[in-house]
């Protein structure tokens, strides 16, 4: 030990450190630390040139720590920031990803009456003697965690689910998108006159204006992009001019067409076109030598127009569309509907059965006319005396599971069955506007009963029909009604959508005004609804010499 | 009465039986072994660590004992850590990391806990390239998955 040579100390020290990789893990940090504490300033700098780095204090202990307690770090995490973790690197997004219990554990920490997971299920179940807590989850008693568990099992096991990181994942950017307010997208298109901003159909907007040019826009593209004017010239918007085409009397959309997608405008030149927004392929219908196309529908096999002095005819869809059928409503049709019943139906007609699967409603002043697609008249419903029809909704819902799915006939109907028309009216004398539910026979070949619909709520935002230019549309049970004002000079133009809830009595109502100068448009939401399916409410306008601003507002 | 551990490399230190018994692993050998003197080895920590993790269980000798796991009651999920546990839990990451392994092995429920609070703690609120650059972690994604990602994490964005 008291060796005056220097080098005699130095080599048992050698000898241990060249011991080290025998030594446990722990051993060596041991060894580690009592070096590091031995080293002195210049040694601390030397040991840092001899690594080549500069000190850093961090390292990736979540990837080295058993599951167990990596699992415990993520679960303190709130989900936002776990979301964000499985952007780190690979071993975290693998650890975090196919740990389904953290996930589900989150799912289980949101508040059970804001999760639109549960909201969804409650509606469904049936039984609501189920109460979920109010609130915090926080203050859920243990009871009611537990049921809510359970219940989260039920919806683990349908076909549907997508797994727990997907569903809770759907949960926050639902939240998160509605914080932001990328949840309701608005359209603010100015639209001249003649335009008819008719229709907007999932994944495009279409737009037609008198001339006709036909402007189709991938409707993401609408909303990323600032659409203003027509015509546009965003790239994304592909447009058509038709010069032989009179202006557009009517348009339809081809919803049972799949594949191929078709729109329908008639003019004023009494032609119908059939165009393919797509490739811009077209061709013209029969001419039918009657008054010019009113309205336009499709059927499944037909297409149908609707003429001013109220002939309806058939055109067979195939290779040359020829006209089938015709029949007269005499009758000035305001609104055409066509659906499908999704079984077939049959009846006696003298003698003879008929079967049918499709109808036609179409729409006057007084009441609604029923076809069938052989133009067989089903029913006529008439509203009372003096009122005026403004425009219905006609609902044929089916509850598949209790239908024999080849023929039903006449009287039985499915469980859940809906069959009914939805008429909004104006009172004869107060001009008044209010809902009638007419419930039809399935396969709507007979009225059984109307009802007048007595709601407060809705009655108010109804309003009266009159001078003010309003537009109105109608989606199941909801009603859009777009009202236009043009108010004093520094109001300049106001309008207001309201959408009435016929069913559930209540109102949401968003406003909208754009002053006379160039100014932002400012908006005052009320709306809260978050979770409805995708819905169009469209507002259509009516014209006036001054330019007016349509809005379309769509909630996802 | 004073029990004594010894850590791994050999350093012995004697402390109470109840601040040692907040260790569940501690109490357990206790009890098999019965009354005797002899040290509990602890070959599993180090005694830089076994140090902490003393000074901590000291500290906290007349908390409560907790008798249900902490997860399961979301009243207590909130990451408040006590100044005092705060300023202990002041270590680098390296000490922080072996204070959680020992935690762990020695069973001490709340001293893991207040760990993973830790770590939990710097994690929170930083996008991934900055939980990347205090954990000093390398970006392995290749960029096509890294695209997918962004995408993936459009909606969290803060637009």
Known sequence: ?556 | MPVTLTSLDDVKFTVDKEVAERSILIKNMIEDVGESDSPIPLPNVSSAVLKKVIEYCEHHRNDPVQVQDETDDPRKRSNDIEEWDMKFMTVDQEMLFEIILAANYLDIKPLLDVGCKTVANIIKGKTPEEIRKVFNIVNDFTPEEEAQIKKENEWAEDR
């Open chain 1, 1 to 556: 030990m008291d060796n005056p040579n220097p080098s005699y100390s130095l080599i048992p020290i050698l000898e241990s450190i060249r011991r080290i990789p025998d030594l446990q893990p722990q051993e060596r940090r041991v060894v580690l630390r009592e070096l590091v504490g031995a080293c002195n300033e210049s040694d601390v700098q030397a040991l840092q040139r001899i690594l080549g780095i500069t000190t850093r204090s961090g390292f990736d202990m979540v990837s080295v720590l058993p599951t167990e307690i990596s699992r415990k770090i993520f679960l303190k995490l709130d989900s936002m920031d776990l979301v964000r973790c499985r952007a780190v690197c690979r071993p975290w997004r693998s650890m975090i990803r196919n740990d389904a219990q953290i996930w589900k554990t989150k799912i289980l920490e949101l508040n059970p009456a804001e999760c639109s997971l549960l909201i969804d299920y409650k509606d469904k179940d049936k039984d609501q003697s189920n109460t979920l807590a109010d609130g915090n989850s926080g203050t859920a008693t243990t009871e009611q965690r537990a049921h809510y568990e359970a219940i989260l099992d039920k919806i683990s096991r349908q076909h549907c689910f997508l797994g727990w990181e997907a569903t809770l994942i759907r949960e926050l950017a639902l939240a998160q998108n509605w914080k932001q307010g990328r949840l309701v997208h608005e359209s603010i298109i100015q639209l001249t006159r003649d335009t008819k901003p008719a229709l907007l159909a999932w994944p495009y907007l279409v737009l037609v204006d008198a001339w006709p040019h036909v402007f189709v826009v991938p409707l993401d593209q609408v909303q990323k992009s600032r659409l203003a004017q027509i015509p546009f010239t965003d790239p994304y918007c592909r447009t058509w001019s038709f010069h032989d085409q009179s202006p557009v009397s009517c348009l339809a959309w081809d919803f049972a067409g799949g594949e191929n997608l078709s729109l329908a405008l008639g003019g004023f030149l009494r032609t119908v076109r059939i165009f393919n927004p797509l490739d811009g392929s077209s061709f013209w219908l029969p001419d039918v030598h009657h008054g010019f196309p009113l309205q336009i529908c499709f059927l499944q096999d037909y297409v149908l127009s609707v003429t001013l002095d109220g002939l309806v005819n058939y055109f067979k869809k195939g290779e040359d569309y020829r006209l089938v059928r015709s029949c007269s409503v005499d009758t000035k049709a305001i609104q055409v509907a066509a659906f499908q019943f999704g079984y077939k139906l049959k009846r006696d007609v003298n003698g003879s059965s008929v079967s049918w699967k499709e109808a036609i409603c179409l729409a006057h002043e007084e009441g609604v006319i029923i076809l069938d697609e052989h133009a067989n008249t089903l029913a006529r419903i008439r509203i009372k005396d003096g009122a005026r029809l403004i425009h219905f909704q006609a609902i044929a819902d089916y509850d598949n599971s209790t239908l024999n799915k080849t023929e039903v006939s006449g009287g039985r109907g499915g469980r859940h069955s809906r069959n009914e028309l939805l008429i909004l009216f104006e009172e004869p004398v107060t001009r008044q506007r209010r809902v009638l539910t007419v419930k039809m026979e399935p396969g709507f070949q007979g009225e059984i009963s109307r009802e007048e619909l007595p709601q407060n709520v809705v009655m108010a935002a109804l309003g009266r029909g009159g001078d003010a230019r309003d537009s109105v549309t109608m989606f199941r049970d909801r009603i859009a009604i777009v009202s236009h004002r043009n108010c004093s000079s520094d109001l300049g133009h106001y309008c207001v959508l309201r959408v009435v809830d016929i069913r559930r009595d209540c109102v949401f109502s968003t406003e909208y005004h754009q002053p006379e100068e160039e100014d932002e448009e400012e908006e005052g939401e009320e709306e809260d609804e978050v979770k409805e399916d995708e819905e169009e409410i469209q507002g259509e306008e009516d014209g006036g010499g001054k330019r007016l601003v349509t809005t379309m507002v769509m909630a996802m």
